[in-house]
């Protein structure tokens, strides 16, 4: 293992287990706090599409004429990434975004998608993300993970992204969804069906594929410079502090 990326690792550690360790995994015990979860965290699932496609943006070309970018090896990890994120294929073989899977799974669950819905509205209509948030009764803790994720985008470099890309996410995912899938999704086939396909999906892409990948994107936009590797391991660790925070208002 590339001994910056080990570094980060130790350095987050207790951050990432209180992440994946966290006390809700316990209580969800019943399809009222199963729904009550996913009302929350399909804040989560969508502003991860915003990281990911300002990844796109940074280490591809997305505009006209078409110019090649620079680093060949990172555009194609965040493409192969972008494919399955965007476009995967839902439990039937039809073509779905991960974001859109999982408003299916909280329909099928009895979840509330009408404030993300119309946090969503409101963007297309082109309002402006803090007040789309401010119409949409997002829940504070859910608007400040959110709010983060957009400041993040805009004002830190590539690096920092991809940081919080790999370790806030993709190499977290596997872990924290495995806490998430339980006896309930047995119980419950009707009700967490699509559900319990989306985590699956997740943990299966997410471990074998899409982490890997996203570690060593980090690794080739840090380099050996050790400013970048400070600033990309204190961006993840605010990650995970606000993603503990959007635990404890669940």
């Known amino acids: 293992m590339n001994s910056n990326i080990a570094h980060l690792k ?56 078409w110019l090649p970018t620079s680093d060949a090896v990172s555009r194609r990890l965040i493409n192969e990434i972008v494919l399955a994120e965007e476009s995967d294929v839902d439990m039937t073989g039809r073509t779905i975004s991960h974001y859109e899977l999982y408003l299916e799974a909280m329909t099928s669950a009895g979840a509330n998608t009408a404030p993300v819905q119309t946090l ?27 709010l983060f994720t957009w400041e993040l ?22 872990d924290m969804f495995n806490g998430i899938m339980s006896k309930l999704t047995t119980e419950f086939p009707k009700e967490l069906g699509i559900f319990n396909y989306y985590l699956a999906r997740h943990i299966e892409l997410d471990e074998n594929e899409h982490s890997p990948l996203a570690l060593r994107m980090v690794e080739l936009l840090c380099g050996d410079d050790q400013e970048k590797w400070k600033s990309a391991t204190e961006m993840v660790v605010k990650a995970l502090e606000l993603r503990i925070k959007l635990w404890d208002g669940v």
């Open 10 to 65: 130790l350095t987050i550690q207790n951050y990432r287990n209180q992440v994946i360790d966290h006390p809700l995994f316990h209580r969800l015990n019943s399809l009222e706090a199963m729904q009550s979860f996913m009302e929350s965290h399909v804040a989560a699932v969508w502003d991860f599409m915003t990281l990911l496609k300002s990844l796109q943006k940074e280490l591809t070309c997305v505009s006209t004429p």
């Open 120 to 146: 969503l509205s409101h963007l297309r209509d082109g309002l402006p993300i803090e007040e789309a948030i401010k119409h949409s009764n997002m829940p504070g803790n859910t608007a400040e993970f959110i």
């Open 153 to 174: 985008v805009t004002t830190r470099p590539v690096w920092d992204q991809a940081a919080v890309f790999a370790f806030g996410r993709e190499d977290l995912i596997p």
